[in-house]
């Protein structure tokens, strides 16, 4: 439902700087038609009030000195809202503050802002555009330092000159039409044709540019999520205490104990990660935790970096980006099936008195020149360069024979999660941060809506391109081209709809 303030011309007012606790300033915002002499009257300076200075002094009702003020106006149309705009510098007291805004509100006849009213009316008078918004939602509401950065992308209209790109090449696209339908006599319809094909491949170039952009959904790296999956007493638990580095979730060997997903925030290089662990997947009775069994897979479906964590061998793990073997009970891990590492008991450990325990003078210990005692160079036996090798040496409780080509790279490897091993953390941590910083090499475009319309986009493109090989008809063509338009507009904000503004400014603070 369309939100009341958005046709409303009223003066407001609201608290800019956050919420009423104790600060050394606070920041009192007013925008509308108030001039800067109805102003003066509550002021000790006798005026005028020019644009853009700051102005020390008192606050008054009547001679009664309500506090000591830095007061700053910017005029209409050059403000952030493109209306008259006064900017109360205040001592931070929340008392101080309330006695103020009330003061005003009475004096100057103002209203409470709703949230994001001063943003509305900085895009009604045409200060910012919808994708301008957009970024400053993230910049304000963001977690992540990506998702802060990409916001402030935005906010400086970066992807607008893109998006301005596109509708431009659609604009040539429309013009150029218009001469195959109505001057191609003059023209030659083929060659005004051809030129409209032309045109055509430079637009559908630039779409697929963006569309490469949105490969990946754009809330899930605004906070990207890791699900910890896998059986009941599989580690997931443990796994998740230990990366948080405190006792969040409760672990024990009764299954199903886990019955609900449990997350928690996980910086990792100044990323704000979302860590998720969930039910265990077995057969149950138990409708409660067929419920967390549930939201485990759609968690997982929706995961940026998923894990799968199992007691024994699996091998459709198709779709993770980490297995983890885990052997608790076991001790430290070992590599299996490569034979003991130490002697057997077929003999006594030391030196038989057979034999000097140095080596004979028949030849050396050592390995012969005929060749290493190592890997060859026909292929690694550890991962490849996109995993950190110098690392996973370090892991002596992780058996990390698996990662090889076979698996598409994909980590298998074997730990104790019981055991202290700063080593495992950090190959874990820096696995995830890898994938992340693959995934934003690109510059991805992570809002939602405008990954919608991107990928929406490029299928209608693509539609259009196989209509125009077997289409004859003008009108047909003609029509086709117009709802690209429609979507183009979508894209830009130029055309958005009442529930897209209510989204977005659902967001927002009051004061901005």
Not at 306 to 325: N, P, T
Request: charged share 25%; aromatic share 8%; with cysteine.
């Amino acid at each position: 439902m369309m939100k009341d303030y958005f046709d409303s011309i009223d003066s407001i007012i609201a608290l800019s700087s956050g919420s009423l606790g104790k600060s050394a300033i606070s920041i009192i915002r007013i925008s509308g038609s108030i001039e800067p002499n109805n102003i003066l009257n509550y002021l000790s300076i006798s005026g005028p009030i020019e644009p853009r200075k700051a102005y020390f002094c008192k606050l008054l009702n009547n001679k009664k000195l309500l506090d000591e003020i830095i007061l700053t106006y910017f005029n209409s149309p050059n403000s952030y809202t493109g209306e008259n705009v006064f900017e109360f510098s205040v001592h931070g007291n929340p008392l101080n503050v309330k006695r103020i805004i009330t003061f005003l509100k009475s004096s100057l006849k103002l209203r409470d802002a709703e949230n994001g009213e001063f943003t509305y009316r900085a895009l009604r008078n045409k200060k910012l555009s919808l994708n301008q918004i957009e970024g400053l939602d993230l910049v304000l509401n963001s977690d992540s330092a990506y998702a802060i950065d990409s916001g402030l992308g935005l906010l400086s209209g970066d992807i607008d000159k893109d998006y301005e790109s596109l509708r431009s090449s659609y604009l040539k696209l429309v013009s150029l039409l218009e001469v195959v339908i109505n001057f191609s006599e003059d023209v030659g319809e083929d060659e005004s044709m051809e030129l409209f094909k032309k045109e055509f491949l430079v637009f559908k170039s630039l779409c697929v540019v963006l569309s490469d952009r949105c490969t990946i959904e754009g809330d899930s790296l605004i906070k990207p999520k890791i699900v910890l999956y896998g059986k009941p007493n599989s580690g997931k638990s443990t796994l998740f205490n230990r990366l948080l580095k405190r006792q969040r979730s409760i672990v024990s060997e009764i299954e199903g104990t886990t019955r609900d997903y449990i997350s928690e925030s996980l910086f990792i290089n100044n990323i704000n990660f979302e860590i998720i662990d969930t039910a265990g997947i077995r057969e149950t009775e138990s409708y409660v935790e067929n419920m967390g069994i549930k939201f485990s897979n759609e968690l997982l479906d929706r995961a940026f970096y998923r894990v799968y964590l199992s007691k024994e061998d699996v091998s459709d793990v198709s779709g993770f980006d980490l297995v983890i073997k885990t052997h608790s009970v076991f001790g430290p891990i070992e590599p299996i099936n490569s034979g003991p590492i130490g002697p057997t008991n077929s003999g006594p450990i030391g030196p038989t008195n057979s034999g000097p325990i140095g080596p004979t003078n028949s030849g050396s210990i050592g390995p012969t020149n005929s060749g290493s005692i190592g890997p060859t160079n026909s292929g690694p036996i550890g991962p490849t360069d996109s995993t950190n090798t110098n690392l996973i040496s370090n892991l002596p409780y992780c058996d990390t024979r698996n990662l090889d080509s076979n698996r598409n790279h994909q980590p298998h490897i074997q730990a104790n999660l019981l055991e202290k091993n700063v080593y495992f953390d950090d190959f874990i941590k820096k696995s995830i941060f890898e994938k992340f910083e693959s995934f934003i090499e690109n510059n991805p475009i992570i809002v939602p809506r405008h990954n919608d319309i991107i990928l929406k986009l490029r299928s209608m493109i693509f539609d259009f391109d196989s209509l125009l090989n077997n289409e004859k008809d003008f009108g047909v063509i003609s029509s086709e081209l117009c709802s690209i338009g429609a979507l183009i507009e979508e894209l830009i904000g130029q055309v958005h709809s009442d529930d897209v503004l209510d989204n977005i400014f659902a967001n927002f603070c009051i004061g901005k």
